[in-house]
């Protein structure tokens, strides 16, 4: 069964400092891997996804991830964090078997500190 | 990006009245749907595949006759809460894919959720 996981509930990371929101997945096949972000009482915003290609990808809001095989990551990252950056994050495999369900990991809250 | 709209965006009920939740695609149609719930402070939980034209597909644990879905057009997906009871209350959330091929990679688009709370 595809799953993902994210080991870390909440990541605190000052203003102007890199920050990583850690994923790894376990899928058979080739992964479809996707970083959504929601803010309070509000859906989720995609941020970016790897589906074939270059490992490093570019999404919004200056964010990019690293989708790295041998290690099963697709860690999310960001070279300078802003407090507005500050939400829960999602990452999500998408079901092989012919539809678009995804599955999600439980969430990282980022709080970025002024 | 493909805009999904939900309504209303919050609601509050009575305990053993129904509630309906639309989800709308605004500038693209989908033949597909979904259905999350999200408990506070925790991750979305898949609630039922919502298929337009044909029966919805639930996931297992959700109750079927509780969570009524209907998805009658290309545009428009219901979920109905029915007899609704208090442990019902939370956070409601749809989304869909902007391509109708079960082969698209592409990103699905969510709606701004739906609080209900049964009182």
């Known amino acids: 069964a595809q799953s993902v996981a994210q080991p870390e509930d909440q990541v605190n990371v000052a203003e102007g400092n890199p920050l990583t929101v850690k994923c790894t997945y376990s899928v058979s096949g080739n992964p479809y891997l996707f970083w959504y972000v929601q803010y309070p009482n509000r859906g989720l915003q995609f941020l970016l996804k790897?589906?074939?290609?270059?490992?490093l990808v570019k999404g919004s809001y200056g964010f990019e991830a690293e989708f790295n095989k041998s290690q099963t990551s697709f860690h999310l990252k960001k070279p300078s964090a802003l407090v507005s950056d500050s939400a829960l994050y999602f990452c999500a495999v998408r079901d092989i078997e012919g539809t678009y369900k995804y599955i999600f990991g439980t969430g990282t809250r980022l709080k970025v500190l002024a | 990006g493909a805009v999904v709209s939900q309504h209303p965006s919050r609601v509050i009920c009575k305990s053993g009245t129904s509630v309906k939740i639309e989800c709308r695609s605004l500038d693209f149609q989908a033949t597909t749907m979904f259905w999350y719930r999200q408990f506070p402070k925790q991750s979305l939980m898949l609630m039922a595949t919502?298929?337009?034209?044909?029966?919805?597909?639930?996931e297992q644990g959700v109750e079927k006759d509780k969570f009524l879905i209907n998805h009658a057009s290309l545009t428009l997906s219901t979920l109905t809460v029915t007899s609704a009871h208090p442990e019902d209350s939370s956070f409601y959330i749809c989304s869909a894919p902007t391509s109708g091929s079960p082969s698209s990679y592409n990103e699905q688009f969510f709606g701004p959720g739906t609080r209900l709370t049964v009182l």
């Open positions: 919502s298929n337009e034209g044909s029966k919805a597909t639930y």
């Open positions: 790897y589906i074939t290609g270059d490992n």
